[in-house]
Nanobody, 121 residues
Framework: QVQLVESGGGSVQPGGSLRLSCAASGSIVSITTMEWYRQAPGKQREFVAAITSGGSTNYADSMKGRFTISRDNAKNTVYLQMNSLKAEDTALYSC???????????????WGQGTQVTVAS
């Protein structure tokens, strides 16, 4: 029905930058909130950033000033620009989107498989 596919991960040195993308496709009537989460090995998944369809954003405190979330509503795509990356940013980054599908009454969150980000010298 709905698929979310992340891309843009990779390996980068400390202080470097990466831009992640997450595209939603399938039978979608509309999308409200789109979010990024990450999970490092041995740790719980943590919230990174969120953006509403109107462009309002919210960030985890540790990402403020370094990460920027944005979206292209026409493309059902959310982006995460990550600057000044640190070793502790190494994780699997996943996106989620609250989607309304045809015939649905409520928005439901869908998840992608994630893209790996590794920060190491």
């Amino acid at each position: 029905q709905v698929q979310l596919v992340e891309s843009g991960g990779g390996s980068v040195q400390p202080g470097g930058s990466l831009r992640l993308s997450c595209a939603a496709s399938g039978s979608i009537v509309s999308i409200t909130t789109m979010e990024w989460y990450r999970q490092a090995p041995g740790k719980q998944r943590e919230f990174v950033a969120a953006i509403t369809s109107g462009g309002s954003t919210n960030y985890a405190d540790s990402m403020k000033g370094r990460f920027t979330i944005s979206r292209d509503n026409a493309k059902n795509t959310v982006y995460l620009q990550m600057n000044s990356l640190k070793a502790e940013d190494t994780a699997l980054y996943s996106c989620s989107a609250a989607c309304l599908v045809p015939g649905g009454l409520l928005y439901k969150f869908y998840w992608g498989q994630g893209t790996q980000v590794t920060v190491a010298s």
